[in-house]
T-cell receptor, first 113, second 110 residues
Framework: ETGVTQTPRHLVMGMTNKKSLKCEQHLGHNAMYWYKQSAKKPLELMFVYNFKEQTENNSVPSRFSPECPNSSHLFLHLHTLQPEDSALYLC????????????FGPGTRLTVL | RKEVEQDPGPFNVPEGATVAFNCTYSNSASQSFFWYRQDCRKEPKLLMSVYSSGNEDGRFTAQLNRASQYISLLIRDSKLSDSATYLCVVKGDRDDKIIFGKGTRLHILP
């Protein structure tokens, strides 16, 4: 079982659809993250969960709604997205300590039509 | 000044050569520094952490210069498989303040 898995790997949705991205980590970590990676832009941290509690929301529009039911699972619920939301959405996990390595999942490539 | 800045490249380097690139950061309170590697259409993976005393792992050497607020990555005897984008990552004084650079693209030429 690989460390961090994400489903689906590819998603095409219309602007009126509602969909969810799923992330699962098998590493025993206690922090999980959602990132957005767009072409020619750096990775943007969207949300952080430490011990299932959301500790960071970097001014992400409300059409993105995270959910962390336990320390191994993380969801990103999507609704009424815009074409500019098309990007690679990466999930990561880590231990919470001073020098922590983040392990990334393979990402979900999202296209909004 | 951007929080984390990297030369986007691409750096086109012949196989076997030595290549180095830097990353500057703006927050002097930054605590942790990392280099990640991202292959085309793949997820980022940790290459190495950057410690105050420097860090060497085989052909790779990372260094931190707090006075000038930059970190560096040196690759010796470059291989074709080193072709990738190298991401500089800076973590602030909070566990969740993590900033990625845009990355430096490296192409190793046969």
């Amino acid at each position: 079982e690989t460390g961090v898995t994400q489903t689906p790997r590819h998603l095409v949705m219309g602007m009126t659809n509602k969909k969810s991205l799923k992330c699962e980590q098998h590493l025993g970590h206690n922090a999980m993250y959602w990132y957005k990676q767009s072409a020619k832009k750096p990775l943007e941290l969207m949300f952080v969960y430490n011990f299932k509690e959301q500790t960071e929301n970097n001014s992400v529009p409300s059409r993105f709604s995270p959910e962390c039911p336990n320390s191994s699972h993380l969801f990103l619920h999507l609704h009424t997205l815009q074409p500019e939301d098309s990007a690679l959405y990466l999930c990561a996990s880590s231990q919470i300590k001073a020098y922590n390595e983040q392990f990334f999942g393979p990402g979900t490539r999202l296209t909004v039509l | 000044r951007k929080e984390v800045e990297q030369d986007p490249g691409p750096f086109n380097v012949p196989e076997g050569a030595t290549v180095a690139f830097n990353c500057t950061y703006s927050n002097s309170a930054s605590q942790s520094f990392f280099w990640y590697r991202q292959d085309c259409r793949k997820e980022p993976k940790l290459l190495m952490s950057v410690y105050s005393s420097g860090n060497e792992d085989g052909r790779f050497t990372a260094q931190l210069n707090r006075a000038s607020q930059y970190i560096s990555l040196l690759i010796r005897d470059s291989k074709l498989s080193d072709s990738a984008t190298y991401l500089c990552v800076v973590k602030g004084d909070r566990d969740d303040k993590i900033i990625f650079g845009k990355g430096t693209r490296l192409h190793i030429l046969p």
